[in-house]
């Protein structure tokens, strides 16, 4: 079984400032883990994701997240926000065999010029 | 390449009618997903495919669910009759990995509302 928790289901930044969005998993075997990026109706557009390898991930636009066993989290930042940024953001579980992606509940965000 | 495909991009229907939605996958994407988003939530899983093989229907409601991808391409889900709770955005995602390590490619979706 796997499962996906993301704290705080809106987070409010500034323009410029750290953007950290949090998430941590469970899993019975050694996790791939994603970030999905939603902007309003439209679909989810892959941020980044860890398989093997590397803990510290770096994504498209500027965002990067780093896997952390020891404390099964998998938390997504970017240095300076921007009000493109602005977006929902979805963290996801899966395992290497037959995967199926396992969602957070969301994490919306809101850029403040 | 061009993207994972979905039509209609919104249906109204009244509740026990029926709908169907169509979805078409990244050419060469062997692995096919249906997944099913809630206002506020994040996208569950409803059915996996494997070229036209069934992987995982398991939370699938196939009482009134169905869904098929008879030549291993095009895939449509269909429900039969509709509920009130069924309202959500209905994703199709595609990956060329069979293990989806690559990450999945999703359609834009279709907007279900059920009055």
């Known amino acids: 079984a796997q499962s996906v928790t993301q704290l705080g289901s809106h987070v409010s930044v500034s323009e410029g400032a750290l953007v950290l969005l949090r998430c941590n998993y469970s899993?019975?075997?050694?996790?791939?883990l994603f970030w999905y990026v939603q902007y309003p109706n439209q679909g989810l557009q892959l941020l980044l994701k860890?398989?093997?390898?590397?803990?510290l991930v770096k994504g498209i636009n500027g965002f990067e997240a780093e896997f952390k066993k020891s404390e099964t989290s998998f938390h997504l930042t970017k240095p300076s926000a921007h009000m493109s940024d602005a977006a929902e953001y979805f963290c996801?579980?899966?395992?290497?065999?037959?995967?199926?992606?396992?969602f957070g509940g969301g994490t919306r965000v809101l850029v403040k010029p | 390449e061009a993207g994972v495909a979905q039509s209609p991009r919104y249906k109204i229907i009244e509740k026990r009618q029926s709908v169907a939605f169509w979805c078409n996958p990244i050419?060469?994407?062997?692995?096919l997903y249906w997944y099913q988003q809630i206002l506020g939530q994040g996208p569950k899983l409803l059915i996996q495919?494997?070229?036209?093989?069934?992987?995982?229907d398991s939370q699938l409601p196939k009482d009134r669910f169905s869904a098929e991808r008879l030549k291993g391409v095009d895939s449509t889900l269909k429900i039969q009759p509709a509920k009130l709770e069924d309202s959500a955005v209905y994703l199709c995602?595609?990956?060329?990995?069979?293990?989806?390590?690559?990450?999945?490619?999703f359609g834009s979706g279709t907007r279900l509302t059920v009055v």
């Open positions: 995602a595609s990956s060329l990995d069979v293990t989806g390590g690559d990450g999945y490619t």
């Open positions: 899993s019975s075997v050694p996790p791939y």
């Open positions: 860890y398989t093997t390898g590397a803990t």
């Open positions: 996801a579980v899966g395992q290497a065999a037959g995967n199926k992606l396992t």
């Open positions: 050419s060469g994407h062997a692995t």
């Open positions: 495919f494997q070229n036209n093989g069934v992987v995982d």
